[in-house]
């Protein structure tokens, strides 16, 4: 089975622009969450979509947005980029958000590295 | 407040020694869960263990084992005989029932570095 593919890989962008990054997670999950990564903060988790519907969201401004398709597919979008989006922004899916059994495990993809000059 | 706690930044071993990572969890809930996520330097996590906070067994799966103890709040995990591959970031994380079950709360990382 494919694992969670995350498009582009790689990404280099100005201030002001916008981006948006893609998601696929595996084949049947339903959940899929997205984090960034930077040196000075770590991991920290930015959304969490479950059947279209945003379930959680983490202490990022506005200007993050997300959304999920009917097909699990997601997106995020960052508008107005700074500096300090430079990160890599990490994608992972789960077969049932419910909070039961090992199907809540989260797997990752390879990551969106995000280069705002 | 930081949740999960990674006090080890770096660790250095020579092929073959045990690891062991050290991570300290807060939580208020009776309901959670921990996870191993391991980051080579390609940048992917990958999932090792997870457990459950009503499953204090303490198991060993290969080269991995976790020492995994509610009185203390700890969730440790250890290599057995390691190798050069094992070299990466180590994650701790945690998910609460009273959160989101698709929220994921990690340390800050202990980077292993196994040499030859």
């Known amino acids: 089975k494919a694992g969670v593919t995350q498009t582009p890989r790689y990404l280099i962008k100005t201030r002001g622009q916008q981006v948006t990054l893609s998601c696929s997670p595996i084949?049947?999950?339903?959940?899929v969450s997205w984090y960034q990564q930077t040196p000075g903060q770590g991991l920290q988790f930015l959304f969490e979509?479950?059947?279209?519907?945003?379930?959680n969201k983490g202490n990022f401004p506005g200007r993050f947005s997300g959304r999920q398709f009917s097909n699990s597919r997601s997106e995020m979008n960052v508008s107005t980029l700074e500096l300090g989006d430079s990160a890599l922004y990490l994608c992972?899916?789960?077969?049932?958000?419910?909070?039961?059994?090992?199907?809540?495990?989260?797997?990752f993809g390879p990551g969106t590295r995000l280069t705002v000059l | 407040a930081q949740k999960v706690t990674q006090a080890q930044t770096e660790i250095s071993v020579v092929e073959k020694e045990d690891v062991t990572l050290d991570c300290v969890y807060e939580?208020?809930?009776?309901?959670?869960?921990l996870f191993w996520y391991k980051q080579p330097p390609s940048g992917e996590l990958v999932f090792l263990i997870r457990?459950?906070?009503?499953?204090?067994q303490n198991e060993i799966s290969g080269r991995y084992s976790w020492n995994f103890q509610k009185s203390t709040s700890s969730f440790n995990f250890t290599i057995t005989a390691s190798q050069v591959v094992d070299s990466a970031v180590y994650f701790c994380?945690?998910?609460?029932?009273?959160?989101?079950?698709?929220?994921?709360?990690f340390g800050a990382g202990t980077q292993v570095v196994v040499t030859p």
């Open positions: 457990r459950n906070s009503f499953d204090e």
């Open positions: 994380a945690l998910s609460e029932a009273t959160d989101s079950w698709g929220k994921l709360q």
């Open positions: 939580t208020r809930d009776t309901t959670y869960y």
């Open positions: 084949s049947g999950h339903r959940s």
């Open positions: 979509y479950f059947s279209e519907t945003q379930r």
């Open positions: 992972a899916s789960s077969l049932v958000a419910s909070g039961g059994g090992a199907t809540d495990t989260q797997y």
